[in-house]
C-alpha cells in the first residue's frame, strides 16, 4: 500500500483501467461537505479535536465525511463540481472514481468515513459480517469498521471483543441487561491508537473518546444494551437482542487497540500499515517534506489527522490544494500519481484506500 511502485494484491473483478472522464473537473482531489447527527451519546468535542466547525446544535455524535446513503449523500463542497453529489459522480462516472474498487451491494460507494464523538458511552452493540447478513436476509451488508482514536479523557475507555472464558451460554444469560457490559473487555483509551473492530465483535466506545471511523457502507447495528438511557425523544431507544445474538462471533479472536510504530519511509517521512483488509486498507502517514503517490487505479481517501499541509497532482505544475486539520479529501481513481506535502509542521494522514 501507499508507495507509487507497489501494485495492490486485492482480487478485483474485471475491469479495464480508468478511462478518461468525460468530465476533466472530476481527475482531481475533491472536498466533500459534511452532515452532522445528533446523538445522546453525542458531544462538541469535535470542535477542539481535530477542530472542525459544526454546522448543527446539540449533542453531535457523528460527523459523516463521506457518506453515500440513502439518507445523506455527500456533496461537492466547491469548485467546478459543486454540488454534485457523490451518488450522481458514481452513476456517470463509475470507472473514474473507482478504478478497480467495487460498489457495495447496495451499488453505492463501498465505505463510510465519519467522526464520532462520545460525550456518553455508545451502546453495547454488535454488527453482522456478510454472510451473516445474507443469512438474515438484511437489505444492507455487513460491517466492518476501525477507529483512530484522535483524543481520550483520563480513564476513557474502549469497549472491544468478549472477556476470555465467556461462552455462549454465559454470555446469553446477561444479554439485554447491564452485567452484559462486565463481560467486555474494557482497554484504557488514548489518543493514536488504532482499533480493527471485525463485524461480529461486541463492542462499543467510552465517554470522552473522539475517534475516527472508517467502515463498510452499512447502516445496521444491533443494540443490545443502552446503560438504562431514554433517547433524544424521552423513549428508551430500541434494543435488538435476538439479532444481535445470531451476528455475534464467541470465537472471534480480537486484538485490543494500539499505537501504531512508524517507520521511516522517504527523507522526512514515516508510515505505518495499519489495516490490509477485504474491504479496505488503512496507512498513516506522517508528512514531514512531501511524499509522491499513486492511486493504483482505486479511489484513495485522505483524513487530515492534524497539521496542515496540500495536494496536487503530478500534471497540475501548481501549488496544489490547501489541506487542514480535519480535512477528509476524496481522490478519484483517474487521478493517478498525486503528491501530499505539509506546510510547517509534520501533517499526520490516514490514507484509506477503497476495496470492497
Known sequence: MGGR???????????VSAAEPVDPALCQPLRFDRACLEKVWGGRALEQTPGIALSAEGPIGEVWELADREEHTSKVAWGPLAGRSLRGL?????QAMLGRARLSVRDRFPLLIKYLCAGRPLSVQVHPDDAAARRMHLSDAGKFEAWY???AEPGSVLYLGLQPGVDAARFAAQAGGPGVADLLMAWPAHAGQFAVVPAGTLHSI????TVVEIQQNSDVTFRLYDWDRMGLDGEPREVHLEQALLALDYEAQVEGPHEPLLEERSEGNRGAVLCDGEHFGIELLEVGTHVDLETDDLAIVYIVISGRGGISREAAHDDGLAMDSGDTWFVPACVGAHRLEARGEPMNVLRVETRA
Do not use: I, K, N, W
Not at 206 to 209: D, I
Open 5 to 15: 511502485e507497489r501494485r495492490s494484491t486485492v482480487p478485483c473483478p474485471a475491469t
Open 90 to 94: 458514481l452513476e456517470d462516472e463509475p
Open 149 to 151: 482514536v484522535l483524543a
Open 206 to 209: 467510552g465517554a470522552g473518546v
